[in-house]
């Protein structure tokens, strides 16, 4: 089992930044991709940015130059900033594990909420 713990969420006004972490303990298999998802109400779970603990990263076309993924391997952390945020970014984000030659064997953590005020 794969624990992921999320933290800094929050409330900010349209164009803040806010910076997310995600640390993941347990029975980590490597190599893996660590990635963000976020799901506002009423909408499907989405993409938003992934990165392989090679540092091969993936981001969402509407993420691209506003959101940035980054990990500490030795730590087993990822963090994601998120610049010029804009109302329509708020949603819960989900902070995301899985190996990568194991597609099932995927962990999720407990979401964090970002609320963008205009």
Same mark, same amino acid.
């Given at each position: ?7 800094? /969420?929050?409330?900010? !006004? &349209?164009? @803040?930044?806010? $910076?997310?972490?995600? *640390?993941?303990?347990? #029975?980590?298999?490597?190599? =893996?991709?660590? /990635?963000?998802?976020? !799901? &506002?109400? @009423?909408?499907? $779970?989405?993409?938003? *940015?992934?990165?392989? #603990?090679?540092?091969?990263? =993936? ?11 980054? $990990? ?47």
């Amino acid at each position: 089992q794969v624990q992921l713990v999320e933290s800094g /969420g929050g409330l900010v !006004q &349209a164009g @803040g930044s806010l $910076r997310l972490s995600c *640390a993941a303990s347990g #029975s980590i298999i490597r190599p =893996n991709i660590m /990635g963000w998802y976020r !799901q &506002a109400p @009423g909408k499907q $779970r989405e993409l938003v *940015a992934t990165m392989t #603990s090679g540092a091969s990263t =993936n981001y969402a076309d509407s993420m691209k130059g506003r959101f940035t993924i980054s $990990r500490d391997n030795a730590k087993n952390t990822v963090y994601l900033v998120m610049n010029s945020l804009k109302p329509e970014d708020t949603a819960v984000y989900y902070c995301n594990i899985r190996a990568l030659y194991e597609p099932r064997l995927a962990y999720w953590g407990q979401g964090t909420q970002v609320t963008v005020s205009s």
